[in-house]
């Protein structure tokens, strides 16, 4: 809706998919385990009660988003968050709320203005 | 991910309600306090249950367009639209940037009045919305905007970190 007035700063090419994968609990989850360090699959799979091919699904999806990087060069494949992209989605929804916002700020000062035109309104 | 995520704003006015009402059913009311740092231009208000609201916003030479179809008007209390992206002829139009953001947003905005405080609360929901943009909407709500509190706590953290490391 309102969005449209932030195409020229919003900087983000693929929020669709970051959208997508923050939108499920589990990968949330996840996103929260890794903000503390990079972990393998079997770390993150621990506290869940869910297979380690699950929550390899789940990585991938976070993947493909561009939430995580995973080492290809170690055995263990850790997991790494990246930040940039949950950033950027973060930025589209506050384009959103400061739109409203600020227009709720120009709101206030209209019924400021307005109101001793009332009169004996109390 | 929830069946139907909704993302609320909600802010006090220190006004009567119905006066808080007609900034939003007359149009040079309207137009006054909308769409900050921009110029309103309301093309079309008609508050009535199917009636339309037809918004133009401006940025110098670029112009913003959104339509809003009302579905329930029951002043003072409640005001329920859709509300759509449109291009300069009100037809529906996705976001280039954002194809999934949904098309249509039902947005339901309530306004409570106690001791000559009005309380204005705004609820955005998907309307007749794809998978796609359902998961979109609840991405950004429920992980950015409410549900998901340690979202931002710990982006802000982990930005930090990167900012320390860099």
């Known amino acids: ?122 | 991910m929830t069946e139907h995520p909704v993302y609320i704003l909600e802010r006090e006015f220190s006004a009567p309600r119905d006066l808080v009402w007609r900034t939003w059913t007359e149009p040079d009311l309207l137009a006054q306090w909308y769409g900050p740092g921009v110029e309103t231009i309301i093309h079309e208000l008609d508050v009535k249950p199917g009636g339309r609201w037809l918004n133009e916003m401006k940025m110098g030479e670029n112009s913003g367009y959104q339509k809003s179809v009302y579905t329930e008007v029951s002043p003072p209390e409640r005001l329920v639209m859709l509300m759509s992206t449109t291009d300069a002829s009100w037809e529906l139009a996705a976001n280039p940037r954002m194809p999934d953001w949904p098309a249509t947003l039902l947005t339901v905005v309530t306004f409570e009045e106690a001791g000559g405080v009005t309380t204005m609360r705004l609820e955005w929901s998907p309307h007749e919305a794809t998978a796609a943009e359902i998961a979109c909407f609840a991405g950004a709500v429920e992980s950015l905007g409410q549900g998901w509190g340690a979202g931002m706590e710990m982006l802000a953290k982990v930005l930090a970190e990167m900012q320390a490391a860099a």
């Not at chain 1, 939108?23 to 890794?34: F, H, N, Q, V």
């Not at chain 1, 988003?65 to 060069?73: F, I, K, N, S, Y």
């Open chain 1, 1 to 122: 809706m309102v969005m449209n007035i932030s195409i020229a700063t919003d900087p983000a090419p693929n929020l669709n998919a970051v959208f997508a994968a923050l939108a499920d609990p589990t990968r949330r989850e996840i996103l929260s385990r890794l903000a503390d360090g990079e972990a393998s699959v079997n770390d993150i799979a621990a506290p869940f009660a869910m297979s380690q091919p699950a929550i390899s699904k789940h990585l991938k999806v976070l993947e493909k988003a561009g939430l995580v990087t995973r080492a290809v060069e170690r055995q263990k494949r850790p997991a790494r968050l990246n930040a940039k992209p949950m950033q950027d989605a973060a930025a589209w929804l506050e384009t959103f709320r400061d739109f409203w916002l600020g227009s709720f700020d120009q709101l206030d000062s209209l019924l400021a203005d307005l109101k001793p035109e009332e009169g004996t309104k109390t």
